[in-house]
């Protein structure tokens, strides 16, 4: 088995779609053009960003019809295949943040900050206070300080200011908090936990070959997702689980892997 195969893979994917569109703005090519706001596949099919098309219907704005599809096909994916993988296999500021959370590891910043100095639910509330905010003003609000939007930006159209902002999440999250901007305040990364729970594509843990050595969650992103671990086997069925296998390969025992989700179990256990 290939070390850290899934981790090689998630940046093959994340660079390749930032060089796609790269190459659509720089040299013309016409496999994926626009943003993660809103793109399109060879020219024909379109994708766009959910949660900024709520906005923007929030805001009262006339969306689009190839808009409009462009978010249904993204919603359908997500909640039938990915989860909340866009925020682990695309997002660019993962980079970033795994960047941070691998040197707070190295050096033992973890062991320092025993409890956290902030709540997971604050990214739904972001959300709805960007919703309140669409509505009020007109505008789709946190489109205009999307860290995610000014990375994507300066790395296809060279806007300084993105930089600026990756920067303070980097710090952020090294020094304040730990998986503070993607595990607690990112209200995309909290609208794709809504949608994600239903997912096909679950991570699932196997109690009988646990050894309990715990290096699944401290690697996780979101640890409260793998409660399971040391108690029983069963599906991670929280849609906060990014399904970026970060436990599977920490995991010597081979008591995590990908599955796919066991449909009669869940509603029995969710009923």
Not at 18 to 38: D, E, K, P, T
Not at 57 to 82: K, V
Not at 233 to 255: F, H, K, P, W, Y
Request: hydrophobic letters at 50%.
């Amino acid at each position: 088995m290939i070390k850290n195969k899934y981790l090689i893979l998630r940046r093959f994917v994340q660079i390749s779609i930032m060089v796609l569109y790269f190459g659509a703005n720089a040299w013309g090519w016409n496999i994926l053009i626009g943003n993660l706001s809103s793109s399109k596949i060879l020219g024909l099919i379109p994708m766009s960003d959910p949660y900024a098309v709520l906005q923007m219907f929030a805001s009262g704005a006339i969306i689009a019809s190839d808009i409009f599809i462009g978010a249904l096909i993204a919603i359908l994916f997500y909640s039938i295949i990915g989860g909340r993988a866009f925020c682990s296999w695309v997002c660019p500021v993962n980079m970033i943040t795994d960047l941070a959370n691998y040197i707070r590891r190295k050096f033992g910043l973890n062991r320092i900050q025993k409890k956290q100095p902030a709540t997971r639910s604050m990214r739904y509330w972001i959300i709805a206070i960007s919703l309140v905010i669409s509505a009020i003003f007109g505008v789709a609000a946190f489109e205009f300080i999307s860290p995610i939007s000014m990375l994507h930006r300066g790395i296809i159209f060279g806007l300084g200011f993105g930089w600026a902002a990756i920067l303070i999440i980097f710090l952020f999250d090294l020094f304040v908090l730990k998986n503070g901007w993607c595990g607690h305040i990112c209200p995309l990364g909290g609208f794709y936990s809504l949608i994600g729970r239903f997912s096909l594509i679950r991570v699932e843990h196997q109690e009988e070959k646990c050894t309990l050595c715990m290096k699944c969650k401290e690697v996780c992103p979101e640890s409260q997702v793998l409660f399971m671990v040391g108690k029983s086997s069963g599906q991670v069925l929280l849609g906060e689980c990014t399904n970026c296998a970060r436990c599977i390969e920490v995991c010597d025992d081979d008591a995590l892997n990908f599955s796919i989700r066991d449909l009669l179990n869940s509603k029995n256990k969710e009923s």
